[in-house]
């Protein structure tokens, strides 16, 4: 990947700040190694923090020590509030209550700003930090509208990041490394404050020289993270990295195509992408011959349908496991590791993850939805909230139920779905790892067919018929009644939200008029100073002539001096009526800035950036 010297890091300090920064850390002693300099400037300017510790990092001394060393390493930086999680140190990544604690955490302080470890970070607990919190808000719709006008900062503490911010935190420095310090029983083992002190400096390479010392960053919006895959974020922040396991679970990955031989070539590079050891198996369902090397060809030299060619492509894979991509969509590096992780040692009958949907015209990309719903067996009769790419089975479990049903051409993948969840559970992975492409113009079945369309309905309809028996009468009314309180609750917070908008219209409206006061008014008191400017001046053109005619006519010294004692007063009076007028232009102008770095008034300027006017 290449890109402009200027793009590639900073060359300008920036002024990253919130209203409330909310500074997740793994373990006590990360928040001011990665982050203290950020810390004791919103602190220093009396902005709100607040810090979380998920781990008791026990494994590297005694807990309640290292707790009592945070706390004191904090009130350096100035009066913020500190929890500790008290999660095992190293333990972090199956930590079952994480997701709920920092989902309640977020609710409650409502953060306009969140500083994150690096995924790019090496000990495990900051990497299982930084995906707990990135699954959360790609999945949690609710917990992504209460914090939408939030932005992250992944911060870097034991592996360097590639940053787009970079903070000048000279003037707190000396704090900073002195609230390392406070962590006695690491700098006991590792001097913690030279490696800070040393990586801080060598950030400021790019800045100019009065900078001495700066944290870097990788800032992004909470929407852009949304639909961003973990693996995405540590190809923007540095050297890509890719999740193995010791030992690699047998899967082949089961690939339709006709005719599509740029769209197939994506597909398949996606899977290589991902660095597992998979069988590839494509099956050119009639379509012109294809050229892709290193995979398991099936020609079909008439097409048999989508289903068919499922069939035939599981039959003539080899593995113990099986996965489906067809040639529009794509793997994310994460994906097969992500199931095969999950599949392993277990008895569920099939795993998958969550997907972004996403609409292509020509080279726009559109985020569409997030699928992301945990196995529920009576809804999958009512309908698919699986799509296919993101699911991992047994081969044998496909092949004894007989693979795909060739009497659905739409929706044989749901029909196939609800024959094997009859088989067992299934586990969900709450992690986006795959996209699911509708490309206008490429012959996408959705597209051609999309939801309301009489064929759309009709296959519906096909799938019930054939599952009648198994549906029984209190299927429909008990998912009915599921989906209602879903519904209502979303309805609540959407209400809410809807009256959340009003209010914030209005104190826009408030601030807008307070804006154009402000500037209507900084724009008669500089005419008013350049009026006083210009009196001054000729007042000291006069004083001038004044002095001037001192030295050279003592004839009319008693004159001159009567003019200049007239003169030199108002003179003076002047000059403080100007100082006065300096001083209010510089208070309306705080008051101005105030405006413009009001939560609200960010929330306004998102708001009309989405609506094309920012």
């Known amino acids: 990947m290449t890109m402009p010297e200027a793009e590639a890091i900073p060359f300008e300090p920036q002024d990253l700040r919130g209203e409330r920064l909310l500074v997740l850390a793994p373990h006590p002693d990360d928040e001011v190694i990665g982050c203290g300099g950020l810390v004791a400037l919103h602190l220093r300017e009396g902005r709100k923090v607040y810090v979380v510790v998920a781990t008791d990092g026990a494994q590297a001394g005694n807990a309640a020590q290292r707790e009592a060393e945070s706390r004191a390493a904090l009130a350096l930086l100035g009066d913020a509030p500190i929890v500790f999680l008290g999660f095992p140190d190293r333990e972090l990544s199956g930590a079952h209550e994480l ?29 299982a930090l930084s995906r707990a919190f990135c699954d959360l808000i790609a999945r949690d719709t609710s917990l992504f509208a209460d914090l939408a ?17 970079l903070v000048d935190i000279t003037s707190v420095a000396d704090a900073k490394y002195a609230a ?23 950030r400021t390479m790019t800045l100019p020289p009065n900078v001495k010392f700066a944290e870097a960053y990788w800032t992004t919006s909470l929407p852009s993270l949304r639909t961003t895959p973990f693996s995405a974020l540590r ?10 396991v010791d030992e690699p679970l ?9 005719d599509r031989p740029a769209l197939l070539a994506e597909a398949v590079a996606s899977i290589r992408a991902t660095g597992y050891p998979a069988e590839i198996v494509v099956v050119n369902d009639g379509g012109a011959a294809t050229n892709i090397e290193g995979v398991t060809l099936v020609e079909h030299e008439r097409s048999r349908g989508r289903s068919e060619a499922a069939n035939a492509g599981v039959k003539t894979a080899k593995n113990e496991y099986a996965a489906f991509l067809d040639d529009d969509d794509l793997y994310y590096p994460e994906h097969l590791a992500t199931l095969a992780n999950a599949a392993r040692g277990s008895n569920a009958t099939a795993w998958y993850s969550d997907a972004v949907s996403a609409f292509i015209d020509s080279a726009e990309r559109q985020p569409m939805r997030i699928y992301a719903r945990d196995f529920d067996r009576e809804l999958l009769f009512v309908d698919n909230y699986i799509p296919l790419p993101t699911l991992l089975f047994r ?33 969900h992975m709450p992690r986006i790892t795959c996209e699911i492409r509708h490309i206008k113009g490429a012959g996408s079945v959705v597209m051609e067919n999309p939801e309301g369309s009489p064929k759309f309905r009709d296959a519906r309809l096909q799938v019930w018929r054939k599952h009648a028996a198994l549906m029984g009468e209190n299927l ?29 219209e ?76 300096h001083a209010e232009v510089a208070r309306m102008q705080n008051v101005l800035d105030a405006i413009f770095q009001s939560r609200t008034w960010k929330l306004h300027t998102i708001v009309e950036r989405v609506k094309g006017r920012g």
Do not use: C
Not at 180 to 202: C, F, K, M, P
């Open 476 to 504: 429909f009314a008990n998912v009915f009644e599921r989906e209602k309180r879903r519904t209502v609750m979303l309805e609540g917070d959407l209400v809410e939200a809807r009256g959340g908008r009003s209010r914030i």
């Open 506 to 581: 209005q104190e826009v409206a408030r601030l807008e008029r307070d804006k154009q006061s402000l500037i209507a008014q900084i724009g008669a008191l500089s005419e008013r100073i350049n009026e006083t400017m210009m009196r001054i001046s000729h007042l000291e053109g006069a004083n001038a002539e004044i002095r001037g005619a001192l030295d050279g006519a003592n004839r009319e010294r008693y004159a001159a001096t009567t003019r200049l004692t007239e003169v030199e007063p108002a003179l003076v009076e002047l000059q403080r009526t100007n100082g006065a007028l």
């Open 149 to 165: 006008v939030a932005s992250v900062a992944f911060y870097e503490v034991s592996a360097p990041l590639r940053p787009n911010a």
């Open 250 to 258: 047998p899967i082949s990955v089961i690939v339709r195509t006709k």
């Open 180 to 202: 390392i310090a406070t962590h006695e029983s690491q700098s006991a083992v590792r001097d913690y404050t030279s490696y800070a002190r040393g990586l801080n400096a060598w």
């Open 395 to 427: 081969r044998g479990d496909f092949l004894d139920l007989g693979g795909f049903d060739a009497a659905f051409d739409l929706f044989e993948d749901w029909d196939f779905l609800i024959r094997l969840s009859q088989r067992g559970e299934f586990v």
């Open 99 to 127: 997701d709920a604690r920092l989902a309640a955490i977020l609710r409650e302080w409502k953060p306009d700003l969140i500083a994150v470890p690096s995924p790019l970070e090496i000990h495990p607990d900051h990497v």
């Open 235 to 244: 190809e923007a922040m540095g050297p890509a990295r890719v999740d193995v």
